[in-house]
T-cell receptor, first 114, second 113 residues
Framework: DTAVSQTPKYLVTQMGNDKSIKCEQNLGHDTMYWYKQDSKKFLKIMFSYNNKELIINETVPNRFSPKSPDKAHLNLHINSLELGDSAVYFC?????????????FGPGTRLTVT | KNQVEQSPQSLIILEGKNCTLQCNYTVSPFSNLRWYKQDTGRGPVSLTIMTFSENTKSNGRYTATLDADTKQSSLHITASQLSDSASYICVVIFSGGYNKLIFGAGTRLAVHP
């Protein structure tokens, strides 16, 4: 029944490593997002994909590379991890078009870089 | 600058009591305003969505109000329950260009027995 799922839920790694977070939605949505929630609890949009096409890139370092193999999946790959990348990353999905369309969030992936 | 500010930062109330959370925003143009509930270790879940022309929207014990003139919103929780303990996040949809969600930092609510 899980609508938006993310793996892993927790990720602890060292500086300089490369890691990936996976996201899948079974809601039939055509748009997916990645958000970063920092220590101050603000959620900020990082990327958005519509029908596998990148539509939003909020000045995120190019060490972050999203990949959407199909409409139901949006993965996030991070190269050369830095301490400042430690945060909770949320995937979300929605229908595209109306601003009133609801966004459904995944449970989050807590990334800790040591 | 498009910002969303919430107050108080945290709040403790006793079970059964009511409370009101505040949200002020400077986002312009905006298309709608949402309140989300975020339980610890979980993703945000939508409580209410209001367009700029709506003044109030209810969802069970949650009632949100919106004053687009003063750019203020509030979330009123009636007869609080222990399960209401969570962060409540005000989100304003910036409609200039693409529909971008701008989040407040949230109010952390603790309901004690």
């Amino acid at each position: 029944d899980t609508a938006v799922s993310q793996t892993p839920k927790y990720l602890v790694t060292q500086m300089g490593n490369d890691k990936s977070i996976k996201c899948e939605q079974n809601l039939g949505h055509d748009t997916m997002y990645w958000y970063k929630q920092d220590s101050k609890k603000f959620l900020k949009i990082m990327f958005s994909y519509n029908n596998k096409e990148l539509i939003i890139n909020e000045t995120v370092p190019n060490r972050f590379s999203p990949k959407s193999p199909d409409k139901a999946h949006l993965n996030l790959h991070i190269n050369s991890l830095e301490l400042g990348d430690s945060a909770v990353y949320f995937c979300a999905s929605s229908l595209w078009g109306q601003s009133s369309y609801e966004q459904y969030f995944g449970p989050g992936t807590r990334l800790t870089v040591t | 600058k498009n910002q969303v500010e919430q107050s108080p930062q945290s709040l403790i109330i006793l079970e059964g009591k009511n409370c009101t959370l505040q949200c002020n925003y400077t986002v312009s143009p905006f298309s709608n305003l949402r309140w989300y509930k975020q339980d610890t270790g979980r993703g945000p879940v939508s409580l209410t969505i209001m367009t700029f022309s709506e003044n109030t929207k209810s969802n069970g014990r949650y009632t949100a109000t919106l004053d687009a003139d003063t750019k203020q919103s509030s979330l009123h929780i009636t007869a609080s329950q222990l399960s209401d303990s969570a962060s409540y996040i005000c989100v304003v949809i910036f409609s200039g260009g693409y529909n971008k969600l701008i989040f407040g930092a949230g109010t952390r609510l603790a309901v004690h027995p």
